[in-house]
Structures are given as C-alpha cells and as structure tokens.
C-alpha cells in the first residue's frame, strides 16, 4: 500500500468513528429528552384531579374544597415587656363579672409585684377582649384596660347586696325625690316625696336612707328640719314681757344625736380644727377647701369632698415626693412631720402610693377638725393573702371608722364609698394591723 491509499484509509477510519459517537451523543440526547418529557407530563398529571372524581363531586364539597385552600390561619400575635413576652388571641368582646377583689394589670405575669394598675372588687363588670397563653383575659379600654386573671372573672352577673345599719331620724327633702325598692339609682322607682316633705328614717346604706315603708331614698336630698328659737324682749320702761318666735335661716346643723347613718356619724362629731403645723401644707390644703367647699356644707359633705378631690385629681405612683426641705428628714409613721410632707406630696403632684394618699386625707381631716390617724399593716390581696399597706382611721365617739382613699380609687376610681367610713366589722377580712 503506497503512502496515498494509507492516508485514505486512516481517513475512512476516522471518519467511521466520528459517526459512531455522533451517533452515540445523539441517541444519549434522545434518551434525556424522553425522561424530561416523561417527568414533566406525569407532574402535571399527577396536579390534575382525577376526572372521574371531578365527575363525582358535589358542588358543595367543590366550594369546601375551594374554601379549604383559600383559608389562612391567622397566628396568635406575641407581645412583650422587656424580657417577658407573651402571646395574644383576639375573641369576641364579652362582658365578665369579678368574682373576688382582684388585680388589674398591665402585664399578664403575676410574679411582677410593680404592674399592678388598679384592685377591682367583686362584682366589677369588665368586658374582655383577648385571651393570653398565660391564664389571663385582656380588657379593652372603655373603662378597664389591662390584664386580667381567669381564675377571678365569671359569666354570671352578682346580685346586688348591701349593709343596711338601724338608726331613726327624721329628715326633710331638699327637691323631690324617688322611692326605690333597692338603695342604687338603677333600682325600680315606687314613689315619690315631695320637697319640704317630712320622712322617718330606720336605716341607711350607702349614700341612701331607708324609709317606714321600706323604700329607699338618696340621702344627698335630705337634710334635717329647721329648728325654731324663742327670744324675749324686755322693755326699760315696763314690766312687761313679751315673747316673739323667730324662725332661723334654715341651715344643715350637725345633729345632736348619731343616727348610725354615715351622715349621722360624721356630723354628730366634735371638731377640733387645728394645723398640720407645717405652713406650706396648710397654705395648700385651704387652697383646695376654697374650691371644695361651700356656705352652710355639713361635716359629712366636707369630708366626702375631701375624700372625693384626693381620688379624682390622685393617680397611683410610687416615689412620688416633693424636696423634704423645711420637713426635717421625716420617717414613715403617725408623726407630723412625716404626714404634712406626705400630703403636700400628694396634693402638689397629683400622684402618691397608699401612704401619701392616707397622709392628704388626714391632714385634711386635721383641718376640718377630726381626729385622724395613719396605720400601718396590709389589705386583702386580689391574689389571696395579704400585702402591705397603710390606710386611715378617724375616731368619733370612741368608735373607729376606716377611710381608705387609695383602695377606693383602685377599687372603681372614686363614687362607690366601700372604704368611706365603715367599721372594721362593716369591711371584715379586709386589713390587719
């Protein structure tokens, strides 16, 4: 073979093989091709229902299925306070009723002894707006906006129930008033009296007097009857006497006798009024008696206006103190540096703890002229048990009567009086000393 037909041969050679893997490549594709083609048509097979089904199903279990694929499940959200952390679940709003005096806090975690907002008493309507993962309702902010504890709310609305305490009297009615079968305003009204009308009273509850027939009628409306003085005049120039009867200015006059209402109480007492003996502090509080009070306000209406003003112009806040400067370095107690200090606190700022808010009431009470004091010792707590607290007594005719300013703010921000007044037998279980 000459070197021509060798070159001609290697080429066929050559070019022999280069078809074979041609080939071999081309078929390889083929193969891959088939499988992609194969995985991609048994995919979107499998995504498909089956006709026979489709065929079988009724519109309703079509628009469930529909439905089924459409729903979102919303997550509870988390929330958090520093490190503590929560999570919520919105509810329909619903109203609950406490069951005992409990907390209302601003965090759902009952370890926390600074989060409390306010105590609510049994029988406190609240309406709830979220559930907690820890035991806890959340309120809205109509009126009590915070957390709640399960274990103290209930569906069931509480009876109405009050304390009714014996005592006669007779008062005359300023306007004209309802008669109600129960001592509340919302209660069913089943009579009247008419101004300037006479009533014998048997007993009292509250802010109500209740009457020979058995209704109640609000006590703010009824004061007692004006009394009559008879003067002689006698003349230089005749033996003669005469008498005349003059009618006084009608007036509300302290009765000589305690009634056992709260009015009967307060106004049948002695006054002594006297300074806290510190100057800023009476400065501040006649400030406040200006605007509180009013020509010819008995006792009982001072002290409920002192009362009053503390509740509705104090929030709770611990600390809260102006300088101690001209009040030496006054330590807790029934002392009078430590009490004008603590009231002038109170008033000046508009906030305090029990302590501060004890200390306004009894300076107040000093200067209207009743003996006051501050006591130390703890209150029920709404978790069970008790904590420390301070509050005030006032003694009257060697009976002591409890005032305590700063659970009644907690219990419903003023205007319920269920620590106005009341015997240690009248808020039994409440305080130890």
């Given at each position: 073979m000459d070197h021509k037909q060798e070159k001609v041969t290697v080429a066929k050679v050559i070019h022999r093989w280069n078809l074979r893997v041609v080939s071999a490549v081309t078929a390889s594709l083929l193969v891959?091709?088939?499988?992609?083609?194969?995985?991609?048509?048994?995919?979107?097979?499998?995504?498909?229902?089956?006709?026979?089904?489709?065929?079988?199903?009724?519109?309703?279990?079509?628009?469930?299925?529909?439905?089924?694929?459409?729903?979102?499940?919303?997550?509870?959200?988390?929330?958090?306070?520093?490190?503590?952390?929560?999570?919520?679940?919105?509810?329909?709003?619903?109203?609950?009723?406490?069951?005992?005096?409990?907390?209302?806090?601003?965090?759902?975690?009952?370890?926390?002894?600074?989060?409390?907002?306010?105590?609510?008493?049994?029988?406190?309507?609240?309406?709830?707006?979220?559930?907690?993962?820890?035991?806890?309702?959340?309120?809205?902010?109509?009126?009590?906006?915070?957390?709640?504890?399960?274990?103290?709310?209930?569906?069931?609305?509480?009876?109405?129930?009050?304390?009714e305490v014996p005592g006669t009297a007779v008062k005359v009615a300023t306007d004209t008033v309802n008669k109600r079968s129960e001592p509340r305003t919302s209660a069913e009204v089943v009579g009247q009296v008419e101004n300037g009308q006479r009533v014998n009273v048997v007993a009292s509850a509250e802010n109500f007097y209740k009457l020979e027939d058995g209704s109640w009628v609000y006590a703010p409306y009824f004061t007692d009857p004006v009394s009559t003085a008879t003067s002689s005049q006698s003349s230089s120039t005749s033996s003669a006497t005469s008498s005349s009867t003059q009618t006084s200015t009608p007036s509300y006059s302290a009765p000589v006798v305690n009634d056992g209402t709260v009015q009967g109480i307060l106004n049948s007492a002695p006054l002594n009024p006297r300074s806290t003996g510190y100057a800023a502090t009476d400065a501040k509080i006649q400030e406040i008696f200006n605007q509180i009070f009013t020509s010819g306000m008995s006792t009982y209406d001072k002290v409920k206006a002192c009362y009053d003003y503390i509740i509705y112009n104090t929030s709770y806040a611990r600390g809260a103190y102006v300088s101690s400067a001209g009040f030496g370095s006054p330590s807790e107690g029934n002392n009078d540096a430590y009490i004008a200090w603590g009231a002038l606190s109170c008033l000046t700022l508009g906030k305090g703890s029990c302590n501060t808010y004890s200390c306004a009431f009894i300076a107040m009470m000093k200067m209207i002229g009743l003996d006051a004091a501050y006591v130390s010792g703890s209150t029920h707590a709404s978790g069970g048990g008790y904590v420390g607290h301070n509050w005030v007594e006032v003694y009257i005719g060697g009976q002591t009567y409890v005032f305590d300013p700063q659970v009644e703010d907690n219990i419903s921000g003023g205007g319920t009086y269920q620590r106005f007044c009341k015997t240690y037998a009248q808020v039994s279980g409440k305080y130890i000393k």
């Open positions: 891959a091709a088939g499988i992609c083609a194969w995985a991609v048509v048994d995919a979107q097979s499998s995504q498909q229902p089956d006709q026979t089904h489709v065929a079988a199903q009724t519109p309703e279990e079509e628009t469930s299925s529909q439905t089924q694929q459409q729903e979102v499940v919303e997550p509870a959200e988390t929330e958090s306070s520093g490190e503590f952390t929560w999570t919520e679940e919105e509810i329909e709003a619903k109203t609950l009723y406490v069951t005992e005096t409990v907390r209302l806090r601003s965090t759902p975690n009952f370890e926390d002894d600074t989060n409390t907002i306010k105590c609510l008493d049994a029988g406190t309507a609240v309406t709830v707006i979220a559930t907690t993962d820890l035991g806890y309702y959340k309120c809205d902010e109509t009126m009590w906006f915070g957390y709640l504890s399960m274990d103290y709310l209930t569906e069931d609305a509480p009876a109405f129930s009050w304390t």
